[in-house]
């Protein structure tokens, strides 16, 4: 299933005694509490647990796109030698959206609707890559929105995001987030808001970058089955804190944490 597929020892990210609390609300609320976890290169990471765990926070703490004004950080993110939680804004913007990227539930809200596709999905080339000319850019853009599955690329580089159905518009999300090949694709729920046709896809391309680009990819999901496919390892959160870690074959087959048990017992067994 995904045992094929070669795991580099070296981590890409490490995240070290993660603490998110909200501060903005008068009383403190804590979002994430003292998680630790290594992210390898070229392997899918699974993230579980029920809402309000801190999945969404954890992710954004990856991507750069915490707003820190609102927030109490602690702990580090270490990616490239650099702590991504207390790094300058220029530094930040550095690596967000090119080294790493994120893909978000519903990419209706995440899609301007008044600019063309093509712009969207050029955009982290125009911030990242000023080198490149248009043409090369275009080019790029084409080639990234056809590997991400939309046919004929050429007329849909010039449409608007409500001319596509939810799965285009996914693919254009991906397509955008991956032109630049990051090293860490962030996807949030990917999936949720597709039909179970279209959630296939678009998983099976997520295991085709993660193989062909090496992209480490963070994979979050409320659908445990999904996550027993795709994932080589998986993170169980509860209430912010990481309350258990291992492999898919450790985690869906030997639950060691009654929480992580509950979780898996409610998974179909033919999926096991
Ligand atoms: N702006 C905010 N102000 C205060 N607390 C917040 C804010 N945003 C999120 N939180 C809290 O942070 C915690 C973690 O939220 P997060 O969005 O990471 O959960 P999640 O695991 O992604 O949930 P879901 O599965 O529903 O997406 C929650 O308890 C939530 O109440
Ligand atoms: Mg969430």
Redesign the pocket.
């Known amino acids: 299933m995904h045992g094929d597929s070669v795991i580099a020892d070296a981590p890409i990210l490490q995240i070290r005694n993660l603490r998110l609390e909200f501060h903005d609300h008068g009383h403190p609320e804590v979002a994430v509490e003292d998680l630790s976890l290594t992210l390898h290169r070229g392997e899918i990471l699974g993230v579980v647990g029920e809402s309000g765990s801190g999945?969404?926070m954890t992710a954004l703490a990856i991507a750069g796109l915490l707003n820190r004004h609102a927030l109490d950080c602690g702990g580090e993110i270490l990616f490239d030698g650099v702590d991504l939680l207390h790094c300058g804004r220029s530094t930040l913007r550095h690596y967000q959206g090119d080294e790493i990227s994120m893909i978000f539930q519903e990419p209706m809200t995440s899609l301007d609707p008044l600019q063309r596709i093509g712009m969207q999905v050029e955009e982290a080339l125009r911030i990242h890559h000023k080198e490149l000319s248009a043409a090369e850019r275009k080019e790029a853009a084409i080639r990234a929105m056809g590997a991400a599955g939309l046919a004929e690329p050429e007329q849909v580089y010039g449409m608007y995001p409500h001319e596509l159905s939810g799965g285009m518009r996914q693919r254009v999300m991906i397509a955008a987030a991956t032109v630049s090949r990051p090293q860490i694709l962030i996807a949030?729920?990917p999936t949720t808001a597709l039909d179970v046709t279209t959630q296939a896809q678009i998983i099976a391309l997520l295991r085709q970058i993660n193989a062909e680009d090496g992209t480490a990819i963070v994979f979050?999901s409320h659908d445990l089955s999904l996550v027993r496919q795709l994932c080589h390892r998986v993170i169980v959160m509860r209430r912010g804190v990481a309350v258990e870690m291992g492999t898919s074959d450790e985690v869906f087959l030997n639950p060691r944490h009654a929480y992580t048990q509950s979780l898996v017992d409610a998974i179909p067994k033919v999926v096991l």
């Open positions: 999945k969404s949030d729920e979050i």
